[in-house]
């Protein structure tokens, strides 16, 4: 087998002696080219490189769900195709590894390379879906280009939290989980649209869902994790099936208390849940509009602002060794 090593040297748990040990055992029992990224979009290069190639099997990413989101669009740069494209085998390194752990890898390095080493042998792999964000035709985010996401994407307040996160981090902070929780704080005292929201979800046949303050998109359960905890934010989403949503109405104090308790204390049977959350389950096609231009994330990467975003869910869209 020959496969290509995506390595990204920023990855937060991983050190440089850790990655020597994991690529001297992946060589071990494959053909192995192993690279490391030197800018933001070079996985997504190197996957697209493996795409193309007619030789490479498999694309091994050790980093994070940031680094497998890259790789991810690299491969599919062009479409799904299970039967030409190489699979995909992830290392996690990063700070919350969601995609690498909702596959049931282990969120250590090396113990997920064994498990990874241990399903090539066994020849196990499975088929996930995957979820795909364009801009919309006919709004001014038209020519926003198509991008694949793994495990999740937002519109609004979620990835406003996502955005202050990257801010912090590049004034070099750490990703750390209390990080995470102040910037939740600080953007909900920010957040001018708490009571009325701003944004509306269509859907072929259906009805529109107006005055919404958020979207969360889940490709896959659990959303995130706060260090070991899961969150559900729409339980019933898995690889199997198209993309689930969860929006709220409203945020005001009472609510956000009342809806980040819920979500803390989620479960793979029930998620946020009452008279100002909406739920959808296994949506092919739609669209989100927003009055204004609000912050868009996908699998953790803050994407700027946008005022309307088409998605579809994509089933058997990847291959991926586990």
């Given at each position: 087998?020959?496969?290509?090593?995506?390595?990204?040297?920023?990855?937060?748990?991983?050190?440089?002696?850790?990655?020597?040990?994991?690529?001297?055992?992946?060589?071990?029992?494959?053909?192995?080219?192993?690279?490391?990224?030197?800018?933001?979009?070079?996985?997504?290069?190197?996957?697209?490189?493996a795409?193309?190639?007619?030789?490479?099997?498999?694309?091994?990413?050790?980093?994070?769900?940031?680094?497998?989101?890259?790789?991810?669009?690299?491969?599919?740069?062009?479409?799904?195709?299970?039967?030409?494209?190489?699979?995909?085998?992830?290392?996690?390194?990063?700070?919350?590894?969601?995609?690498?752990?909702?596959?049931?890898?282990?969120?250590?390095?090396?113990?997920?390379?064994?498990?990874?080493?241990?399903?090539?042998?066994?020849?196990s792999?499975?088929?996930?879906?995957?979820?795909?964000?364009?801009?919309?035709?006919?709004?001014?985010?038209?020519?926003?280009?198509?991008?694949?996401?793994?495990?999740?994407?937002?519109?609004?307040?979620?990835?406003?939290?996502?955005?202050?996160?990257?801010?912090?981090?590049?004034?070099?902070?750490?990703?750390?989980?209390?990080?995470y929780?102040?910037?939740?704080?600080?953007?909900?005292?920010d957040?001018?649209r708490?009571?009325?929201?701003?944004?509306?979800?269509?859907?072929?046949?259906?009805?529109?869902?107006?005055?919404?303050?958020?979207?969360?998109i889940?490709?896959?359960s659990?959303?995130?994790?706060?260090?070991?905890r899961p969150?559900?934010?729409?339980?019933?989403?898995?690889?199997?099936?198209?993309?689930?949503?969860?929006?709220?109405?409203?945020?005001?104090?009472?609510?956000?208390?009342?809806?980040?308790?819920?979500?803390?204390?989620?479960?793979?049977?029930?998620?946020?849940?009452?008279?100002?959350?909406?739920?959808?389950?296994?949506?092919?096609?739609?669209?989100?509009?927003?009055?204004?231009?609000?912050?868009?994330?996908?699998?953790?990467?803050?994407?700027?602002?946008?005022?309307?975003?088409?998605?579809?869910?994509?089933?058997?869209?990847?291959?991926?060794?586990?």
């Amino acid at each position: 087998m020959r496969a290509l090593l995506v390595v990204n040297p920023a990855a937060t748990t991983t050190s440089a002696r850790v990655r020597d040990v994991l690529i001297h055992a992946l060589a071990s029992e494959m053909k192995l080219e192993a690279i490391t990224t030197e800018y933001r979009g070079h996985a997504r290069d190197l996957g697209r490189r493996a795409a193309e190639s007619k030789d490479i099997d498999l694309v091994v990413a050790l980093g994070g769900d940031g680094t497998v989101n890259e790789v991810v669009n690299g491969l599919l740069h062009n479409g799904p195709d299970l039967e030409r494209l190489p699979g995909l085998a992830v290392v996690p390194g990063g700070s919350t590894n969601v995609f690498a752990r909702a596959l049931g890898l282990p969120n250590d390095a090396v113990e997920a390379t064994g498990a990874i080493l241990d399903a090539l042998r066994e020849r196990s792999e499975r088929t996930v879906s995957l979820g795909l964000a364009a801009g919309t035709p006919g709004t001014e985010d038209e020519g926003v280009p198509a991008r694949w996401f793994t495990f999740c994407a937002g519109l609004g307040f979620d990835a406003g939290v996502v955005g202050r996160v990257e801010q912090q981090r590049e004034r070099g902070k750490r990703s750390t989980h209390a990080l995470y929780v102040r910037q939740v704080v600080r953007q909900f005292l920010d957040e001018p649209r708490r009571r009325h929201g701003a944004i509306t979800l269509e859907r072929p046949g259906e009805d529109p869902v107006t005055d919404l303050v958020l979207s969360i998109i889940c490709n896959t359960s659990p959303y995130t994790y706060l260090g070991n905890r899961p969150m559900y934010a729409s339980p019933e989403a898995s690889f199997e099936t198209a993309l689930d949503v969860l929006s709220l109405s409203k945020l005001s104090p009472t609510a956000a208390a009342r809806y980040g308790t819920q979500l803390l204390t989620s479960t793979p049977e029930r998620g946020p849940h009452g008279k100002h959350a909406v739920s959808l389950h296994d949506l092919t096609d739609f669209s989100l509009h927003s009055k204004v231009p609000l912050p868009f994330q996908m699998d953790g990467d803050h994407l700027g602002l946008r005022t309307s975003v088409t998605f579809t869910g994509v089933r058997r869209a990847l291959r991926v060794i586990v």
